[in-house]
């Protein structure tokens, strides 16, 4: 098992739509972790593109992560009134409002790509593919990870065949990895979904939410977390891709919420106008309204407005720090081992 | 500090309303860990009679907690139509509803009480008492502790005279501790919360919110947390008032969520009928809805009807155990320095 090996229990979250970057993901995976690659919103052309990037940069295992298809329809009335109420609030404020589409991500080709040129890792975010998908790729030589947020969609994930389960708490930034999307979906915090998990199920499970210190790292692999994943914690780091305006946001003690305004699918993001303003109005629309609010995201990011940009962040965003990747890793994992002596005090 | 003189890191959540008995509270002391005693709901002569009983089962120091009275004043209107579709509902289904009422839970008589007769500890949930009432029970030789979920009102309670932070996170069974209700205010889960307290706060913390494990308690500790507060794990000990129908509940794998249904006033609890047929609709009125809607509830806990109880529970609730109170303490302690073990070898 790639977890077996790695140096450090710390694995890099994808981070997709801005901060994945090959330099990144190498960094990560040199510096002892497993380093991960978002190929979400990337055509199969640019995820072997940076594959292949990485490769040049590590000959150390590391991941890929691939979107699952959404097949539902959202009502296209709603998509429409809710994309007028954007057109009207854009017309005043600025920026430019796109056409809602339906993409599966590029489904077919991505699978292609990676069962003909493996890499260690699989991971899956916003579904569970079927037994043939995850057997294929095992086939071809990769672990299969993935994301679930509660214990039925662990229960069905071992069902279709994974090898580790990426449990996903709520304090998490960015996309919850949720298998669907609907009002009323149980939203377990980290702490309590590792601890059920660790008694229903026998799977190698990773953490994954608001883990920002060596210390939150240390409480994950207490509650039976085999490895702890990272993101915004690394989202500060030179290697990352994250923009100017998302990183100035991500220094500050601003709240974040969970909202579907920019997306139509239930993310993690430090608040602002645009999370404030349309976040009780945004309907159940996932990919149409990310399609819908991406030039006016895009713009806000080129001139540095953040109050129109999706600021993706977990819970403890305030802890990031900004220093190089490497340095971020072994700074972790020292912290880790010094709170688990600490504790180990306290309760002898 | 009675921290530093616990045996074990365990303190017990206060399980207002029902769970909360002297039997429990002498018996997590005993066991070495702080029994907390609940005097929300209960008038200031009952929880006097109630320190008494602990006080006959054990010399141990132990804590009671206090509601501080919400002074806001909810629209009578919204009120009155929540009302109307309990009683609707109550008639159909069966059930009595009673009168809004506004109290202050006796406050004036329980701090003469805690002054005259002080204990070891007095917890605040629900605000920030004054700095003066803070003196009061400190210069009568209590500890205060003040219950908190979020950065702003951990720097409240500090600069109000707090000896300890309980820091509660979204996981937690029961009410919301936060010093306001109101739409909107963030909620952080509980690694999130202690990992940015341990960075900002220097006065002692202790860990609430779906520790059901001794694993979680380590995980906690990790965090930086001298202690873990544990509700739910304790509410299946035979020492402990929950109801047969709550009992069955919390042994389930059910679901929990946050709703205002039953008392105005957000709290997580399993999720049941009365909590999916109302949650969407009741309005922010603490103590109101409280009193219109306890005739029901008391009724419901008498027939074993779990449908419209409040079945208050941490999101972890399906590993709460069966077994004495002491058992408890002493099974979460050993599990905890097991997974501080364990872990420290995964990061060597």
Redesign the interface.
Known sequence: MVLDDLA??IVLAPLAGGPSTPELTAAVSEAGGLGFLASGYLSAETTRDRIEAVRELSSRPFGVNVFVPDDSSPDPQAVAAYRDRLRAWADQRGGTIGEPQTTDDDWDRKLELLTADPVSVVSFTFGCPSREVIESLKAAGSEVWLTVT??DEAAEARGAGADVLVAQ???AGGHRASFVDRP?L?V??????L??L??TESLPLVAS?????G??????????A?AGQCGTAFMLCPEAGTSPAHREALRS?T???LTRAFTGRLARGIRNEFMDEHSDRAPIAYPQLHYVTAPLRKEARERGDAGAINLWA???H??AEERPAAEMVQSL?AE??E???T??R???
Chains 1, 2 share one sequence.
């Open positions: 450090v229990p509660n214990p708490g709520a304090e009323g149980p377990y915090g980290l702490l309590a979904l601890q059920i660790a008694r939410g608001g883990i920002a210190t210390a939150g790292l240390a409480a994950a692999l207490c509650v039976g085999r003690g709240d974040t919420a977990g819970e403890a305030q802890l994992a880790a081992r709170a688990l002596e504790s180990r306290l309760i002898d």
